[in-house]
């Protein structure tokens, strides 16, 4: 299984756009790159999957470079509802068994 | 219905009590999973499974034994639990070969006295 390292924290002011960058240096062929956010007490929420090149939905971008040792998550002018933990998962396109780990994850904190 | 249900919110139970956590979803999913999930921690993989058979255990300790009665619910007994079992326990779904990704519950915050 691939794993993740990404900073454990990071802060940001309001309207700035944030770029969260995970590494993954073993990631597989077959592999595919998922994020998830996380508030307090509450379950993750997918935000954004991708393989590779970029891919963009209504509230994130996600950079993936030709050699996908590594992926960015993109926040667009940030809020302070997005204070949350950002976590970056690699697991297998084709598995049909899926042990998808977490990584510890990015604490993000949006200043007034 | 785009729903992860689990049932109780919060369980306070002794080292002797037997309980059960309940999770629900009617995605059609084929996958189902348990996490657990310490304060400031991520989440832990305990269980998966796939199709209603167990696929994956992560070495989880006897005393967690889980259930997956049909492919809608999975169940989560819990006996003689120790007070370093307190934590929040994640079910999530997902549908194993369409776009894998995980749909959480809100959780079930277990305190063990």
């Known amino acids: 299984l691939a794993k993740t390292t990404q900073p454990i924290s990071m802060d940001s002011y309001e309207g700035q756009e944030v770029n969260i960058t995970c590494s993954h240096n073993n990631i597989a062929t077959n592999d595919y790159i998922t994020w998830y956010q996380q508030f307090p007490s509450q379950g993750p929420r997918f935000i954004i999957q991708g393989y590779k090149t970029k891919v963009t939905n209504e509230v994130a971008s996600l950079f993936i470079p030709a050699d996908r040792k590594s992926s960015t998550l993109s926040l667009p002018r940030v809020s302070l509802s997005d204070t949350a933990v950002y976590y970056c998962?690699?697991?297998?396109?084709?598995?049909?068994?899926?042990?998808?780990?977490f990584g510890t994850g990015t604490r993000l904190t949006i200043i007034p | 219905d785009t729903e992860v249900t689990q049932t109780p919110k919060h369980l306070v139970m002794g080292m002797t009590n037997k309980k059960s956590l309940k999770c629900e979803q009617h995605m059609g999913h084929r996958a189902m999973y348990w996490y657990k999930q310490k304060a400031k921690k991520p989440p832990e993989l305990m269980f998966v499974?796939?199709?209603?058979?167990?696929?994956i255990n992560e070495s989880v300790p006897s005393r967690f034994s889980p259930e997956c009665p049909n492919s809608s619910l999975l169940n989560l007994h819990l006996h003689a639990l120790q007070p370093e079992d307190s934590a929040l326990y994640l079910c999530?779904?997902?549908?194993?070969?369409?776009?894998?990704?995980?749909?959480f519950g809100e959780g079930s915050r277990l305190t063990v006295l």
């Open positions: 998962l690699v697991g297998d396109m084709w598995g049909g068994n899926e042990k998808l780990t």
């Open positions: 999530a779904s997902s549908h194993p070969t369409v776009d894998r990704e995980l749909f």
């Open positions: 499974y796939s199709y209603e058979k167990l696929s």
